[in-house]
């Protein structure tokens, strides 16, 4: 993998979330089929404000779903996919394995396995500190 700094301004022209939904802060790793970002998870994240107001932990889901972003950026990159959007068509064999709180940085790496027309396949997973947090296998559909 090469190492980048690919900041929120440059992935915002890749993908189309947005605030609050925009979950990948910065990428630092990329290539072909791979890449590694980061999602700083801040205490001013709205899901914290039912996600439990007296105990903050980010919802699995979102940590998926920050994963799906990274891979998203990756595959959104390419000049041949520039104005088209890429789908969650499926999760599975997902893990979680520890807590996400305000003051985490998650590390957000994704590797594209299997591509099948506009479906792909990657194995991605979370870590805070070098220690796993959440991983599972994101099927994509590439449309519009």
């Known amino acids: 993998m090469t190492e980048v700094n690919i900041n929120v301004t440059e992935i915002m022209e890749a993908l189309p979330h947005r605030y609050p939904f925009l979950l990948v802060d910065r990428v630092i790793d990329i290539a072909e089929d791979e890449i590694t970002a980061i999602k700083n998870v801040t205490i001013n994240e709205e899901f914290f404000q039912g996600h439990f107001p007296q105990y903050p932990v980010m919802p699995g889901v979102l940590?998926?779903?920050?994963l799906?972003?990274?891979?998203?950026?990756?595959?959104?990159?390419?000049?041949?996919?520039?104005?088209?959007l890429v789908f969650?068509?499926?999760?599975?064999?997902?893990?979680?394995?520890?807590?996400?709180?305000?003051?985490?940085?998650?590390?957000?790496?994704?590797?594209?396995?299997?591509?099948?027309?506009?479906?792909?396949?990657v194995e991605a997973?979370?870590?805070?500190?070098?220690?796993?947090?959440?991983?599972?296998?994101?099927?994509?559909?590439?449309g519009r």
């Open 88 to 121: 969650y068509a499926g999760m599975d064999n997902v893990k979680y394995k520890k807590q996400v709180t305000p003051g985490d940085k998650l590390v957000l790496h994704a590797k594209f396995i299997k591509r099948r027309g506009p479906i792909a396949v």
């Open 68 to 84: 799906a972003q990274a891979a998203g950026v990756l595959e959104l990159s390419k000049p041949e996919n520039k104005g088209k």
């Open 125 to 142: 997973e979370a870590t805070v500190d070098g220690k796993l947090a959440a991983k599972g296998t994101l099927t994509f559909a590439l």
């Open 63 to 66: 940590i998926m779903e920050a």
